[in-house]
């Protein structure tokens, strides 16, 4: 990948669940996003957090962000169908602000 | 919902013609960027622009070309379309600030036959 690996490739749980998912990256950052992509559409921003925070919230959803690993993961709590989609992290790096994403998780939410 | 467009949504073409898909944004957006998207989901920059005048080449090399008369206004071409270059095409633009969020349209399936 450009700049990370998101995992797992693919998940599938049960409506209500929570769904986890990881991102790593390469190189120092000035933020992480996440952005959601449902299925032969663009993609959506969810969340923003910066280098510089360790845990945002928003809704059903929980980022957390560890520039130590390099890592962040997205957490999705009570899992609704409307939910399946792919989601890819996002970071701009450098004085230019290019996005570089992840390779991005496949989440099934079964009803 | 983002104000940004894409045209054609879909585009099924023979080899070596000339291509050219459309993006367009109406929020005063500096900067644009294309994204290519293969079947294993993972996102490639291939140009960006800052501005009017600006073109820099993404990360994967490209065949194609792209510019940047208007603000709004960000096409890609490719001069002679081979079956190699069949994927989905993504634009976006964002603020130039650092942390803007980038908004996507809705993307070109360029299939080259």
């Known amino acids: 990948?450009?700049?990370?690996?998101?995992?797992?490739?693919?998940?599938?749980?049960?409506?209500?669940?929570n769904a986890t998912?990881?991102?790593?990256?390469?190189?120092?950052i000035n933020n992480l996003q996440w952005y959601r992509q449902?299925?032969?559409?663009?993609?959506?921003?969810?969340?923003l957090i910066r280098s510089?925070?360790?845990?945002?919230?928003?809704?059903?959803?929980?980022v957390t962000l560890d520039t130590s690993k390099k890592s962040s993961s997205l957490l999705i709590t009570a899992s609704r169908a409307a939910d399946t989609a792919s989601y890819f992290c996002a970071t701009d790096r450098g004085t230019g602000n290019q996005f570089y994403f992840?390779?991005?998780?496949?989440?099934?939410?079964?009803? | 919902e983002a104000d940004i467009y894409q045209t054609p949504r879909y585009l099924?073409?023979?080899?070596?013609?000339?291509?050219?898909?459309?993006?367009?944004?109406?929020m005063g957006h500096d900067k644009m960027y294309w994204y290519q998207q293969d079947p294993g989901m993972e996102l490639h920059l291939i140009h960006y622009s800052y501005g009017v005048n600006s073109t820099e080449k993404?990360?994967?090399?490209?065949?194609?070309?792209?510019?940047r008369i208007r603000t709004e206004h960000f096409p890609l071409t490719l001069e002679s379309a081979r079956p190699s270059h069949t994927s989905q095409y993504l634009c976006a633009s964002s603020e130039?600030?650092?942390?803007?969020r980038a908004f996507f349209g809705q993307g070109t399936r360029l299939t080259v036959v």
């Open chain 2, 12 to 26: 099924v073409i023979g080899t070596g013609k000339k291509i050219t898909l459309e993006c367009s944004q109406t």
């Open chain 1, 21 to 28: 998912m990881n991102c790593s990256y390469k190189t120092s």
């Open chain 2, 58 to 67: 993404g990360d994967l090399s490209s065949e194609s070309t792209v510019s």
């Open chain 1, 102 to 111: 992840g390779t991005g998780t496949s989440l099934t939410v079964i009803p």
């Open chain 1, 52 to 62: 510089n925070e360790r845990e945002k919230h928003s809704g059903r959803l929980r």
């Open chain 2, 96 to 100: 130039y600030f650092t942390g803007g």
């Open chain 1, 1 to 17: 990948s450009q700049q990370g690996e998101e995992d797992p490739q693919a998940l599938s749980i049960q409506e209500g669940e």
């Open chain 1, 38 to 47: 449902n299925s032969g559409r663009g993609l959506v921003h969810l969340i």
